[in-house]
């Protein structure tokens, strides 16, 4: 649904640079989840996010990945020293957090490391 | 861990045959099914979803089954068109209260050929 923007859309970042993507969600909604996808892969959940909290990051890589959601203004996806296999497409999605509510997926950030 | 197969990866058929796509899944806590399409470069898009409560729903050429018992769902498209050309996504909620938290399948390309 085009409710949900994320930019950059395409971010080109050299080894070891860093990458912020950001998202805003849905008008109305209130969380935010965060998903990879490697070429020619499926989606793989990253991270889950409420207003100035993070529900559940069991998707994260351990290292260099880090999400906020602040009480204003976007959530952003960091990725800190990258590296060419952080190279990926990343969506994010938003939900009313309301059981049985679909989520939409914005139109995605498209990162390359060169 | 959680895990959802989709079969196959690649199907070709000839406009105005029907495909037929098919996932199983693991957890048997998983209450949302949604399945999505995904063209190159864009992003996901939900096509049709079912929950556990149901057994199969249907939107104009578009059909999803689930078999609970089985852990196991499928994706119908009828008569379909060259637009129907795509990479297409089954999901399974991770869990039972939370549809935010989708486990993909690896996708399968179709191509409608003319």
């Known amino acids: 649904n085009a409710g949900v923007m994320q930019n950059p859309r395409h971010l080109v970042r050299r080894r070891g640079q860093e990458a912020r993507l950001r998202c805003s969600p849905m008008k109305g909604h209130s969380h935010v989840y965060w998903y990879r996808q490697l070429p020619e892969e499926g989606l793989k959940f990253m991270v889950y996010l409420q207003k100035e909290n993070i529900i559940d990051e069991s998707g994260m890589p351990k290292e260099r990945f880090s999400a906020e959601f602040p009480k204003e203004g976007p959530s952003i996806l960091r990725i800190q020293q990258v590296v060419r296999g952080d190279s990926a497409a990343y969506f994010c999605?938003?939900?009313?957090?309301?059981?049985?509510?679909?989520?939409?997926f914005g139109e995605g950030s498209w990162l390359t490391v060169v | 861990g959680e895990n959802v197969e989709q079969h196959p990866s690649t199907l070709s058929v000839q406009e105005g045959d029907s495909a037929v796509i098919k996932c199983t899944y693991s957890?048997?806590?998983?209450?949302?099914f949604p399945w999505y399409k995904q063209e190159l470069g864009k992003r996901p898009q939900l096509i049709i979803d079912i929950r556990s409560n149901v057994g199969e729903k249907k939107d104009q050429r578009i059909a999803v089954t689930l078999n609970k018992t089985a852990k196991h769902f499928s994706l119908h498209i009828t008569e379909t068109q060259p637009e129907d050309s795509a990479v297409y996504f089954c999901?399974?909620?991770?869990?039972?209260?939370?549809?935010?938290?989708?486990?993909f399948g690896q996708g399968t390309t179709l191509q409608v050929k003319p």
């Open positions: 999901a399974a909620s991770m869990g039972s209260s939370n549809t935010g938290k989708l486990i």
């Open positions: 999605a938003s939900h009313t957090g309301n059981s049985g509510n679909t989520i939409y």
């Open positions: 957890d048997s806590a998983s209450n949302y």
